[in-house]
Each structure stands twice: as C-alpha cells, then as structure tokens.
C-alpha cells in the first residue's frame, strides 16, 4: 500500500486525487494539506466520506509526522519550487502536477533529488489525449512548420500560458529543430502590444480565459492552401486521474526528475 499525502487537497485538482488514491485499492490517503480547511477533515473537503484525516498547512511538518511514499502536488505555481526542495530534503517521492516551474528550477530539482536519492516526477498535462495530442503535433511540425497554438482555460487558472502549451512548442520546436526545417518569417508589425499571443521558442501561443473552459488547446498547422488541426479537450478533471496514479505507482522507478508523462506510457 502506497500511503500518499495530497498537497492541495481542496483544489479543483486536489479533491479529485484525494477522491482517486482513495478508490484505489493499492494506494492510501495520507492526508492533505491546504491553506482555507486547516482542521476540517480531508475525505469531507474531498466528497468521499469522514477519514478522521486532519488538514494541515505545513507541508515540513507533515512530511515529518505523516511520513508519506508518495507527494501529489496540486498547488500554485508561486509555491511550488519550495514545496518540491522540501518534499526532496525530507526523501520523500513527489508527483507534481502544478504548473509554473521553469527549466531552469527543473534541471535544479533533478540534481537535488539525485543527490538526495529521492524521484520527482512532473507532468503539465496528466490526460492521456493530451500526451498524444503532443506527440501527433511533434509527428505534424516537421511536414507543416508553421505552427501556432491556441490554449483554453477556466477563468480561475492562475498562468498562462498554460504548462502544456509551453511543453507542446518546445517539443514542436525541437521536432521542427531535427527534422531541418524553419517556419515562415512572421511579417506582421504589432499595432498592439501582444496582438500576436505570446512567443515560446517562436511559436505564438493564444490564451483564453472564461468561464465554462476546463481545459482545451488547439495546435494549427498551415500550409499552402490547407490547414492542419489538432484539438484536445478536458472536460472533467477526471480525464488527469489515471496519469496521476499511474505517476504514483511508478514515480520511485526513475532516481532524479522526469519531466513528461509519456516516459511511463
Ligand atoms: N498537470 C495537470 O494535468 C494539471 C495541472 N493543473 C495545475 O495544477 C495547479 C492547481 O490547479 P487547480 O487545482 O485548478 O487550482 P486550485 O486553485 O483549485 O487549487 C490550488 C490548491 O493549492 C492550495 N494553495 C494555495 N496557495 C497555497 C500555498 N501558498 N501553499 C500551499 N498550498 C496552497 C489551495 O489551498 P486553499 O484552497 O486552501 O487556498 C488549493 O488547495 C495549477 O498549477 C494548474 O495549472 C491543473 C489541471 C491539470
Ligand atoms: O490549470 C488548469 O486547469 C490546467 N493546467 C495545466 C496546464 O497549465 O497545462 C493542465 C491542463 O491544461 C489544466
């Protein structure tokens, strides 16, 4: 039994892993950690029934009273870089979900967690058709390098762009990178500052915001006189659910960091 503690328990995100580790028969809530229920119980917060599990807002001192296999982070991209250094110095096995973290801080938990013989698994998008939605856009790019991304979210996400944005332009533009090929020059002068979305590796990225989104991304694909669309949608939280407890089951397989939940398909 894998005893998991839930950082983020009464998250859009965090209730549904509570919910998910609770229903699976190999894994074990912990307990959860919040900044609004401290003291209420984590199966009520989550919706599955009293589990006489206090929340807590000290993710130190519950790492050292609770003694956790596994941290399910679900939080906010200001937090996350801490959270992750402290889940590592205490050699606790972490799976990260939330987005924000930069290469940069990524390349910096790695050797930590190497250090400190710990694993830390991190994926900006935990739905199986949104890892594929990737790998088809990596498949396209070289065939059709002009490419722009569109990504669409519920009104209360805190980044933008979105995490998985970010990671499908640098893996087009790694893909665009080994095959060879350059997109067109973008010959278009702004009137309006950010007129044409954000720029990640040159790919422009689109971000909307409102509510009735949970989270979408369309990945265009131009070319002489056709177009190329790929689109994925989440429309449950649900659809994260079996990335997130297969990323638990299998996060102590890899010492270091992994980045991507293709690594465990
Ligand atoms: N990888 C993936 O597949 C997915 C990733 N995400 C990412 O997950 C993250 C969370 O999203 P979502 O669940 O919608 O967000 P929510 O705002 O619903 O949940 C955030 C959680 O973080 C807690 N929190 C807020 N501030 C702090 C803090 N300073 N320290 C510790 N905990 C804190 C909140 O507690 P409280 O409520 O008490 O303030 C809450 O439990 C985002 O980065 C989002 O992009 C989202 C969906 C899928
Ligand atoms: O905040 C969200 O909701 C989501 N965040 C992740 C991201 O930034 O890519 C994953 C998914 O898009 C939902």
Do not use: W
């Not at 993710?59 to 609770?66: M, V, Y």
């Not at 679900?74 to 110095?89: D, H, Y």
């Not at 856009?137 to 944005?165: Q, R």
């Amino acid at each position: 039994m894998l005893r998991v503690l839930v950082n983020g328990a009464d998250g859009r995100m965090g209730s549904q892993v509570v919910k998910a580790v609770f229903e699976d028969p190999e894994l074990e809530v912990a307990g959860g950690i919040s900044i609004t229920h401290v003291g209420e119980d984590v199966g009520d917060i989550a919706g599955v029934g009293h589990l006489g599990l206090t929340i807590r807002d000290d993710l130190g001192a519950a790492l050292d009273d609770i003694k956790p296999d596994v941290v399910v982070d679900f939080t906010t991209p200001k937090v996350i870089f801490n959270n992750a250094k402290t889940c590592i110095e205490h050699g606790v096995n972490m799976v990260v979900g939330t987005t924000g973290l930069t290469a940069e801080q990524r390349h910096e938990l790695h050797a930590l967690a190497l250090e400190k013989k710990t694993s830390i698994f991190i994926a900006p998008n935990f739905s199986i058709g949104a890892v594929l939605m990737m790998k088809l856009s990596t498949e396209v790019a070289p065939y059709l390098p002009d490419v722009e991304i569109i990504e669409l979210h519920h009104n209360n996400k805190l980044d933008a762009p979105s995490g998985t944005a970010i990671m499908t332009a640098d893996k087009i533009d790694a893909a665009r990178k080994e095959a060879g090929v350059q997109p067109a020059p973008d010959k278009t002068h702004e009137s309006l500052d950010g007129a044409r979305g954000a720029s990640v590796d040159g790919i422009p990225i689109h971000s909307v915001r409102l509510p009735g989104y949970i989270a979408h991304q369309q990945v265009l694909f131009g070319g002489y006189g056709e177009l190329l669309t790929i689109r994925h949608d989440s429309m449950d939280r649900k659809s994260f659910m079996p990335g997130v407890v297969l990323a638990v089951k299998k996060v102590s397989s890899r010492p270091g960091l992994t980045f991507g939940l293709e690594n465990y398909l």
